[in-house]
């Protein structure tokens, strides 16, 4: 079993929709997660991060993370065209500790 | 945030050659790591470059292939060697800031190995 698990997609939604992509988990000591954007031919970007459970809103991007599921979700109101690329979701157990990533998802909003 | 630099930023390289690749942050980092990415894959961890000492390797990857130099806090090199076709990837170094536990990834060097 992956440490990380992420629905590759392609995911295709029309613009101002409400996306939520998702990664499960098996490792319950993980308490660092993170997502990532990534688009075409560039680094991935770090969009939000958190520790331990709970919700982080950053604009239009809310993070959400269930420790008792070993679920995290990342929410994007409004999406735009530009949302269009890969998200990657990222954790770690302790600090300093190796990252796991996802597989990613492939995001496309279209006009 | 942090500006993370990598070059080159692309090459296009020999099969049996080798490829040094930089990496130089702006601030304070704790760690820095090496990834390797595929086409239309996730991201694969290479290495852990630690400061003054040899770099810690994951399973998979190994020194005399992927040479890593880390001198100081700030900059560090990894070396593909006697590269293959298969090496043909996008490397990505990583820093973990001081203070902090998230990681911010380099732009990526796109390899292509002929």
């Known amino acids: 079993q992956k440490e990380v698990e992420q629905d590759p997609g392609p995911l295709s939604v029309p613009e101002g929709a409400i996306v939520s992509l998702n990664c499960t988990y098996s490792?319950?000591?993980?308490?660092?997660f993170m997502w990532y954007r990534q688009y075409s031919r560039k680094g991935p970007e770090l969009l939000m991060y958190t520790y331990s459970s709970g919700n982080k809103e950053d604009g239009r991007f809310t993070a959400q993370v269930d420790k008792s599921s070993k679920y995290i979700s990342l929410f994007i109101r409004d999406s735009q065209p530009s949302d269009s690329a890969t998200y990657l979701c990222?954790?770690?157990?302790?600090?300093?500790?190796?990252?796991?990533f996802g597989t990613g998802t492939s995001l496309t909003v279209i006009p | 945030s942090a500006v993370i630099s990598q070059k080159p930023s692309r090459d296009i390289c020999q099969r049996g050659t080798s490829l040094t690749i930089q990496c130089q942050v702006d601030?304070?980092?704790?760690?820095m790591f090496w990834y390797r990415q595929q086409p239309g894959q996730s991201l694969t961890l290479i290495a852990t470059a630690n400061q003054g000492s040899e770099a810690t390797y994951e399973s998979g990857f190994v020194i005399d292939k992927f040479p890593i130099s880390r001198p100081n806090l700030t900059f560090s090199t990894l070396t593909v060697s006697n590269m293959s076709p298969e090496d043909s990837s996008i490397y990505l170094c990583s820093v973990v800031l001081l203070g902090g536990y998230e990681q911010y990834f380099g732009p990526g060097t796109r390899l292509t190995v002929t």
């Open positions: 990222a954790m770690s157990a302790y600090w300093g500790n190796q990252f796991y």
């Open positions: 601030s304070q980092v704790t760690m």
């Open positions: 490792n319950s000591a993980f308490q660092y």
